[in-house]
């Protein structure tokens, strides 16, 4: 019997390594508890300077470029602040560093739940290599929320401890928990949407791409739409 989640957080706070990856992997969740009251915090640890395989683009642009798309995106997702790391693509590393980061910041927003990508989930079918920055930042998530921010003798400059209560790890091969966006799938395609350098499909179909993979996720979970999750509880 699939497990949903129906109560939001307070506050949450999804940590991804890309502009794009909030919306594609949660943008249904972050909405709908948005529209619920919940604050919703976004941190991106990445510029997504290498989005693109065009070698005449100016990296510096595309960041200005993305920059723009995820305020746009936000704003239709009802989020409250965005955090940018400021890495490079490519470049992130699971390491004392970006750990610190993150640790700094859930103590800062001291959220209830905290979204991150699922960096055990490696090979997606016989196709897809899930991209090295989306693990890094599902381990380093992982790591500076249990148990580094929740103790204080981790980082003892970096304000005073949180310990976060749950966990949801997307873009995961062992989903235990759906989230119902059937509410929400049209908010989270025009969200996706926003990112025009990075979908440079008609709206139709990614609309359509979109809601296919929410439906298969929903088809799990018995509901319309839903995105998939591996909940830890901490
Ligand atoms: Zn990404």
Known sequence: MAVLVTEPPATVLAVYAHPDDPDVSAGGTLSRWAAAGAAVHVCICAD???????????????VARRRLEVAASGQILGVKAHHWLGFRDGELDDDRELR???????????????IAPDPTAIYFGQHYVNHRDHR??????????????????????LGPSHA??????SGTLEPDVWVDISATIDIKAAAIACHASQVGESDEWLRGAVRQRA?????????GFAEAYRRLFL
């Open 48 to 62: 997504g300077d290498k989005g693109s395989s065009d070698p005449a683009t100016d990296p510096a642009d595309l």
């Open 100 to 114: 610190a980061r993150l640790v700094a910041l859930v103590r800062e927003v001291r959220p209830d739940a905290v």
């Open 215 to 223: 439906e298969e996720a929903g088809r799990e979970a018995t509901v």
């Open 164 to 169: 976060v209560r749950v966990v949801y790890l």
């Open 136 to 157: 890094v930042v599902g381990w380093a998530a992982l790591d500076a929320v249990s148990p580094a921010a929740a103790n204080p003798h981790y980082f003892p400059d």
